[in-house]
T-cell receptor, first 112, second 113 residues
Framework: QQQVKQSPQSLIVQKGGIPIINCAYENTAFDYFPWYQQFPGKGPALLIAIRPDVSEKKEGRFTISFNKSAKQFSLHIMDSQPGDSATYFCAASKSGNTPLVFGKGTRLSVIA | KAGVTQTPRYLIKTRGQQVTLSCSPI?????VSWYQQTPGQGLQFLFE???????NKGNFPGRFSGRQFSNSRSEMNVSTLELGDSALYLCASSPGGTAGTQYFGPGTRLLVL
């Protein structure tokens, strides 16, 4: 049973566009929702994370929107650049030292 | 601080063999988690060690095992390799537990022939 569903699988946007990646979760006990960015040949790196007490968090060009009632959260990348081309993973976990559950990833390509 | 390091970076084995992968966490981090990454299944949690004790375990067969040493370095072992074990194995460390920022290493790419 996949606990975190991520969409789309792949995404192509023009430079300057705003790609949006969506994730939905099932376990209402989840209370930590990070996004990771992975470049080829590298391990995932934490991009931004949110907890359910806020509906939006922004760090630079990256914004997480969180909808607790719908059990959904999304990543927006403002003014996307070719250097943002990577695979993005959403994840979720609950407090108490439980493992992260990852979505299956979205391969983003930003074309100039 | 140096990041998470994993050795070796690449490995080719044949079916039936066993393999040991190594992970050195960021200095001061006591938690080490292992993940298997494949194109079809994405990132799947294998297990987590904290202060030399396995604290969490994913849904993998007993052929997958691990351990952590007193200096927080960790190893994972896969016995009786199968073709389906071909994957990128990622190690992640964190200061405390898994419910927080995890810092990933570059991974070990294992190919089973």
């Amino acid at each position: 049973q996949q606990q975190v569903k991520q969409s789309p699988q792949s995404l192509i946007v023009q430079k300057g566009g705003i790609p949006i990646i969506n994730c939905a979760y099932e376990n209402t006990a989840f209370d930590y929702f990070p996004w990771y960015q992975q470049f080829p040949g590298k391990g995932p790196a934490l991009l931004i994370a949110i907890r359910p007490d806020v509906s939006e968090k922004k760090e630079g060009r990256f914004t997480i929107s969180f909808n607790k009632s719908a059990k959904q959260f999304s990543l927006h990348i403002m003014d996307s650049q070719p250097g943002d081309s990577a695979t993005y993973f959403c994840a979720a976990s609950k407090s108490g030292n439980t493992p992260l559950v990852f979505g299956k990833g979205t391969r983003l390509s930003v074309i100039a | 601080k140096a990041g998470v390091t994993q050795t070796p970076r690449y490995l080719i084995k044949t079916r039936g063999q066993q393999v040991t992968l190594s992970c050195s966490p960021i200095s001061g981090h006591r938690s080490v988690s292992w993940y298997q990454q494949t194109p079809g299944q994405g990132l799947q949690f294998l297990f987590e060690y904290f202060s030399e004790t396995q604290r969490n375990k994913g849904n993998f067969p007993g052929r997958f095992s691990g351990r952590q040493f007193s200096n927080s370095r960790s190893e994972m072992n896969v016995s009786t390799l199968e073709l389906g074990d071909s994957a990128l194995y990622l190690c992640a460390s964190s200061p405390g537990g898994t419910a927080g920022t995890q810092y990933f290493g570059p991974g070990t790419r294992l190919l089973v022939l």
